[in-house]
């Protein structure tokens, strides 16, 4: 099994970028599908970001399209979110998870769909 290390997070201003990694390893990576989610304190886990095994096919929430671009490096066994445009509500613990099942993109969205999960890194967006 696949197991997931985040990195990247930190304390930024609004209007500010920063690129996210998720390091892959113990696992054939190019074999799972992945996403990002994010949790903001209170808050339930929601999704952000997934793509496809190839890396070819990706889906975004409404609240991050056109700021947020996902991305894989299946030679590095790496997971990208780039984020750009930070918003202050763009605050949370990031996630990377993954799943060698297939599902349609709706089915994407929903958590109880992966099976292996990062620990977090943490983004702080400042006004």
């Known amino acids: 099994q696949v197991q997931l290390v985040e990195s990247g997070g930190g304390l930024v201003q609004a209007g500010d970028s920063l690129r996210l990694s998720c390091a892959a390893s113990?696992?054939?990576?190019?074999?799972?599908?992945m996403a990002w989610f994010r949790q903001a304190p209170g808050k339930e886990r929601e999704f952000v970001a997934a793509?496809?095994?190839?890396?070819?096919?990706?889906t975004y929430a409404d609240s991050v399209k056109d700021r947020f671009t996902i991305s894989r490096d299946n030679a590095k066994n790496t997971l990208y979110l780039q984020m750009n445009s930070l918003k202050p509500e763009d605050t949370a613990a990031y996630y990377c998870?993954?799943?060698?099942?297939?599902?349609?993109?709706?089915?994407?969205?929903?958590?109880?769909?992966?099976?292996?999960w990062g620990q977090g890194t943490q983004v702080t967006i400042s006004s």
């Open positions: 793509v496809s095994r190839g890396g070819a096919s990706t």
């Open positions: 113990g696992g054939t990576f190019s074999s799972y599908t």
């Open positions: 998870a993954g799943t060698r099942n297939l599902y349609s993109t709706g089915r994407l969205y929903y958590r109880d769909k992966y099976d292996y």
